[in-house]
């Protein structure tokens, strides 16, 4: 069981009336209910902090999924909702083309696969 001693006067006042007004049933529940929306804001606060690392080229997608604690699959879909883009890095333009017809090649043969 969770056992917490609150240190201030002004803070032990607080939980004590919203107990008393009913909000709470015990300081139990009330202290869950804290530590469950301290978790909850930190969870997103660090998917924030990440997608704005990613955005501003500090970290890799992988690195920035890492800090946010998710897959990287997810993470990418957090970025498509927010409209940031993936970025890819490439060496050259001639890199760039060779990889834009691998795909084209990859999706043709599936199209013909799926006929």
Known sequence: ML?????????????????????????????????EKLVRNKQKSRLDASVQLYQAGEVTLGRASELAGMHRFEFESVLKAKGTLKVVEVESVEELKEGVSLIKSFHRENEKTEE
């Open 3 to 35: 056992q917490v001693e609150i240190q201030s006067p002004d803070l032990e006042k607080e939980v004590d009336a919203l107990i008393g007004v009913g909000l709470y049933p015990d300081s139990h529940t009330l202290i869950v209910d804290a530590v």
